[in-house]
């Protein structure tokens, strides 16, 4: 038997040698000669959003393999609390932006075999007028130069939380690094340094748009070019960009700046729980991922691939890297080292308790008859969720001494509105108190609250100081429309830079809770299988 | 009839490229020369250098011929043997330090019945070629008959310690501070390695003892806390050095044995391995000697057949493994990869394992 599968592979050999040329490296008696699965296997892969555009190649593999595979998406921070889990997490593999997440959060030592990839570095990228305007698009650019242009020239971009999404922690680590005065590496003393501190406040506080995800960020961008000037992101985000840009647009230029860039990549790892058909499946995918063919069609979509150095193997392959977009795959990277893992974790509680720009989120939140029951005790646990400081450190959502916090129960209206600033624990408890004892009944009319609760943070969301939005979570069909919503804030002078987020719930209609959102530059999350989850979502992006 | 004749033919041609594709000892496996019956699982511990060594088809295929079967978990040398479990036939660390400190640990999940070293792999580093031409003419590096000598390594640790820049020595292309990345030597034993000969070297060559420790120990913990996060594995710093490149990864630790094995399992990458990719020779040097513990007799099986020749052969002719054993001869020219030297004459000892304790600790507190 065992003889007539070593042929048999041979055989199979022979004919692909025919169409492909085979190679002995590659190992096709192997396969054949372990036994075949009596059930199919599946892989369950948590991954992080910006590998979404990379899913048609992992289906093309289940399709090939009969291997079932399915991706769920998640936030670095998701990520790295999933693998804490260690064998009792639901994933059989992760795929995070960069091996910070796997560092932070494997302390059970379960990931097995995780090999790179692909990379990317994380830049600034500028509309190309203005880049050419400061001189960039000639010279070497420093993180201090970057800070003076974006207070001198006023200049409007977005970024990552960087507690929330790899692209904002990498730059975030990058450029402390940069503002500690260039350091080796980062270490705790830097972190405690006021000129660091005061440093990086000024420039988080400068982002004029946040978001929990890389990819949400750059559509966002591109849907509202106008408002901004640049973004921070990662170089194939920045790619992707210019690609969807209609013609005439001008294209962002890519800054890396020297003392302030790092790189992502994105690792593929094993989850090891003791089952070896999972783990030979999953080296199959590995295997596949970085496969020649495979490791092309990544490149293609503008990240970097191959085995030697950061400049792409095959020149003829790389015509996404475009050099007018301040692309240039023979320029040396020299990115920040990444500090040890506890100097990781103090500077992202630094950076959501102190250096950030302060949030101003008003929670817009249905309490019409509909909720009774289970949907306002699911409520209730997640403003529990976000309030209680304990638990909103875990997932690093507490809030810092300059955050404000407006709460707006409704029905078929406004039925009451509760304030809190800062992060006094006392304080925002008894904002959660409130929230618990309202109960519901009547009616449902979001839009009037919702034109209420932004009426009411107006003057302080004009002010700049803040990351400003409107968090609206609704479980029915909302009386009235977004016409109606419209001629409400006219005359108001309210616009985009009050993003408004909807979280769907119960019975609410997708279409409403969506157009409202999409209207606002916001986003909807879909609470209805996790409404914990999609506030946590929902709040990550200011 | 002719259906069969076809079948015959097909037949014929597969097993003739059988026979130039596997070579001699797989077409003997083919023709059932493999003992009949259930192969003995031997399960054991092994550092990540050894890995691709002991799961290639070849590696499997003789052992199998010996009736053994391998279930190895990647383990850092350093950590597996404080961690390992009662279940484990072997352990397969790189450093006879690491074997001394499971003696010191009291052979928690069983005495050894056996140990020999396997392997001689020198502790090198792994550069590019612009970083190895700077240091060449600043005199740190010398290039004698193909091979590339640290001759003055005390002279590249001073140039570290003053926080030197790149561009100081000539290296404009290159931003920051001169710098050797390692694994971290609380998990990994190339990290540790190096540590130790950072540690003789600082203390003017001589090997450093539990007397002579103390003074060099915060020069090496210097060196050290400047890298920030260290990877625990030293093929996966390897895999990082190739693929970031020279601006992340001016500079690694390695084992000679991985850049032989990467251009094997990677020859389309062969050619840019040799234009960009250095082996640089401390000299002196340390040896990392793998040495093999076996537990029981299961393990003792493994580690007779880790000694034959063919099995010595192919670690070196595929994996880079020079043979560990006494008057085995390793042949550079079945080598494609340049830059390795016949022999490593210039070698120092490893401080002892009370004092490689001491140091492992000093660098565990970051």
């Known amino acids: 038997m065992k003889l007539f599968q070593r042929l048999a592979a041979v055989l199979l050999c022979l004919i692909s040698a025919v169409i492909s040329g085979c190679d002995q490296n590659q190992p096709p008696q192997q396969q054949s000669s372990k036994p075949a699965a009596s059930a199919p296997v599946s892989l369950a892969i948590v991954a992080g959003s910006e590998n979404s555009a990379l899913e048609p190649l992992l289906q093309q593999f289940a399709r090939e393999q009969k291997i079932g595979v399915s991706v769920k998406y998640m936030g670095s921070v998701d990520i790295s609390l999933e693998l804490a889990k260690g064998k009792a997490s639901q994933f059989d593999a992760v795929w995070p932006a960069s091996s910070l997440w796997l560092s932070l959060g494997d302390k059970q030592g379960v990931i097995k075999n995780a090999k790179s990839v692909m990379r990317s570095p994380v830049v600034f990228a500028l509309k190309k007028s203005i880049a050419q305007k400061l001189g960039w698009d000639k010279k070497d650019v420093t993180v201090m130069e970057i800070l003076d242009a974006v207070e001198k020239e006023h200049l409007r971009f977005a970024m990552t939380s960087a507690t929330q999404s790899n692209s904002g922690t990498s730059a975030f680590l990058a450029f402390l690094t940069a503002f500690a005065g260039g350091p080796e590496v980062l270490t705790a003393e830097h972190l405690s340094n006021p000129q660091t501190a005061e440093k990086i406040k000024r420039f988080l506080r400068s982002v004029n748009r946040s978001s929990g995800s890389s990819g949400w960020l750059k559509d966002m961008l591109l849907k509202d070019y106008l408002y901004f000037d640049g973004m921070v992101n990662y170089e194939a985000m920045v790619i992707e960009f210019n690609r969807s840009l209609p013609p005439g647009q001008e294209p962002l230029f890519a800054i890396y700046p020297v003392d302030g860039t790092s790189i992502a990549d994105s690792p593929f790892g094993f989850i090891a729980k003791g089952d070896a058909a999972k783990e030979a499946a999953f080296a199959k995918l590995q295997d596949y991922l970085l496969s020649p063919a495979a490791q092309d069609s990544i490149q293609a979509q503008g990240r970097r691939t191959g085995l030697v150095g950061m400049e792409a193997a095959d020149p003829a392959k790389s015509a996404a890297f475009n050099p007018d977009w301040g692309i240039n795959l023979s320029r040396i990277l020299t990115p920040i080292r990444i500090p040890a893992a506890p100097v990781v974790s103090e500077a992202l509680n630094l950076y959501q308790t102190a250096f950030r720009k302060p949030s101003l989120t008003a929670y ?121 919503f419209n001629a409400m804030l006219q005359g108001t002078g309210l616009g985009k830079d009050v993003p408004v987020f909807t979280i769907l719930f119960g019975d609410a209609k997708p279409e409403q809770m969506k157009a409202l959102a999409e209207a606002m530059s916001g986003r909807m999350f879909d609470g209805r299988v996790d409404v914990v989850q999609a506030f946590r979502e929902a709040k990550g992006y200011n | 009839m002719q259906k069969f004749l076809g079948l015959i033919i097909l037949l014929a041609v597969a097993a003739a490229a059988a026979f130039f594709m596997f070579g001699k000892e797989k077409v003997a496996s083919l023709s059932g020369s493999t003992p009949k019956g259930e192969l003995i699982t031997v399960t054991g511990r092994a550092g990540s250098e050894k890995i691709n060594f002991l799961q290639s088809n070849k590696v499997q295929q003789l052992l199998a011929g010996q009736g053994l079967k391998i279930a190895v978990k990647k383990s850092g040398s350093v950590e597996m043997v404080q961690e390992a479990a009662s279940d484990d036939d072997f352990l397969w660390p790189a450093s006879q330090i690491n074997v001394e400190s499971y003696k010191l640990n009291g052979e928690k999940v069983g005495t050894i019945q056996q140990s020999a070293d396997i392997f001689n792999s020198p502790i090198v580093l792994y550069s590019w070629d612009i970083v190895t031409d700077a240091l060449i003419k600043a005199g740190i590096v010398q290039h004698k008959e193909g091979v590339n000598y640290i001759v003055d390594l005390p002279k590249l640790l001073t140039l570290i310690k003053d926080k030197k820049q790149w561009k100081e020595i000539g290296l404009t292309q290159l931003y920051g501070s001169m710098i050797i990345r390692t694994t971290d030597p609380a998990k990994s034993n190339s990290g540790n390695m190096f540590a130790a000969l950072a540690a003789n070297t600082i ?164």
């Open chain 1, 364 to 484: 817009v939140l249905d309490y019409s008859g509909s909720m009774a029951g289970n949907g306002v005790d699911q409520l209730r646990k997640a403003m529990r969720t976000l309030l209680d400081q304990r638990i909103a450190k875990e997932y690093l959502l507490q809030a810092s001494p300059e955050d404000m916090t407006i709460v707006v129960p409704f029905n078929s209206m406004v039925m009451n509105s509760f304030q809190a600033q800062g992060n006094d624990p006392q304080v925002l408890g008894d904002l959660l108190a409130k929230v618990e004892a309202l109960e519901p009944g009547g009616g449902t009319n979001m839009y009037v609250a919702t034109a209420e609760a932004m009426k009411m943070i107006k003057s302080q969301a004009e002010s700049g100081k803040y990351h400003a939005s409107v968090i609206v979570m609704s479980d029915g069909m909302s009386e009235s429309g977004l016409p109606q």
């Open chain 2, 203 to 366: 203390n003017n060559g001589d090997v450093v003892t539990v007397d002579t420790v103390g003074g060099v120990l915060p020069q090496v913990k210097d060196l050290y806390a400047r890298l920030g996060y260290m990877e625990a594995s030293s093929s996966d710093l390897f895999d990082k050095f190739l693929q970031q490149g020279v601006g992340a990864y001016p500079m690694i630790v390695g084992y000679e044995n991985q850049l032989v094995e990467y251009s094997l399992q990677h020859k389309e990458y062969l050619p840019l391995l040799k234009s960009k990719v250095r082996i640089l020779y401390p000299a002196p040097t340390v040896w990392a000697s793998h040495p093999f513990i076996a537990l029981n007799d299961k393990g003792k099986k493994l580690l007779a057949a880790l000694k034959t020749p063919e099995i010595q052969k192919l670690a070196w002719e595929e994996h880079g493994f020079r043979s560990g054993l006494m008057g085995v001869e390793n042949d550079l020219s079945v080598l494609e990869v340049v830059g390795l030297p016949k022999s490593i004459d210039a070698v120092m000892p490893m401080p002892s394992a009370a004092v490689m304790d001491k140091i492992t600790k000093q660098l565990s507190s970051f």
